[in-house]
């Protein structure tokens, strides 16, 4: 099984608001990631988490804020979004360590902000 | 720098000829290259990947690739072409000042279109 899941499938925001999307694995992989994507392009990585610890962040704004409870989690919390922000969140996951293993990507939640 | 190249923005094929998308690395050290391929409104699916040992890869969906350290190239090829191909496809390549982690550097994809 390599799936990856993501909640919700669509959210629309208004710049004002608080949301948060939702990741879940269950492959007991140790690494997972999040990457923002526009249309027809190349994912853009944001952050990765390796055994629940932030590994790698981006220079992603602040209004972006991870946060992995267990290694099974990842959520992102969005605060004070702008509509440049709109884009699909992608989530993907890893087995983790340094050998190069493949990154399971999720479907995916697709953003408006307004 | 590491970096992968698609040289092409679309492929276009008709259905049940022979498909080729192209990727070219720039990588110091042993490379670690990945395609993967995208649907619609949907995320991205690992197609196959290399790592070490035979230069042909054979993946899913009937798709393989062929590593050419000679011409650091890595095209994604299928002996005949579905319409359901039809997808966005994307080359990675590990990058490997990464550390414990498997960061990916991704090319700007190639969009395939299968005529009918």
């Known amino acids: 099984d390599t799936e990856v899941t993501q909640t919700p499938k669509h959210l629309v925001m208004g710049m004002t608001n608080k949301k948060s999307l939702k990741c879940e694995q269950h492959m007991g992989h140790r690494a997972m990631y999040w990457y923002k994507q526009k249309a027809k392009k190349p994912p853009e990585l944001m952050f990765v988490?390796?055994?629940?610890?932030?590994?790698i962040n981006e220079s992603v704004p602040s209004r972006f804020s991870p946060e992995c409870p267990n290694s099974s989690l990842l959520n992102l919390h969005l605060h004070a979004l702008q509509p440049e922000d709109s884009a699909l969140y992608l989530c993907?996951?890893?087995?983790?360590?340094?050998?190069?293993?493949?990154?399971?990507f999720g479907p995916g939640t697709r953003l408006t902000v307004l | 720098a590491q970096s992968v190249a698609q040289p092409e923005d679309q492929v276009n094929v008709a259905e049940g000829n022979p498909l080729t998308v192209k990727c070219t690395y720039s990588?110091?050290?042993?490379?670690?290259l990945f395609w993967y391929v995208q649907y619609p409104n949907r995320g991205l699916q690992f197609l196959l990947k290399y790592i070490t040992g035979d230069n042909l890869v054979k993946g899913s969906y009937g798709f393989e690739a062929e590593f050419n350290k000679s011409q650091t190239s890595f095209h994604l090829k299928k002996p005949s072409a579905l319409v359901s191909d039809s997808a966005l496809y994307f080359c990675a390549v590990r990058d490997i000042y990464g550390g414990a982690t498997n960061k990916l550097i991704f090319g700007t994809g190639t969009l395939l279109a299968v005529q009918p």
């Open positions: 988490y390796s055994y629940e610890k932030l590994s």
């Open positions: 990588v110091s050290g042993n490379p670690y």
């Open positions: 993907a996951s890893s087995r983790g360590g340094r050998s190069p293993d493949t990154q399971y």
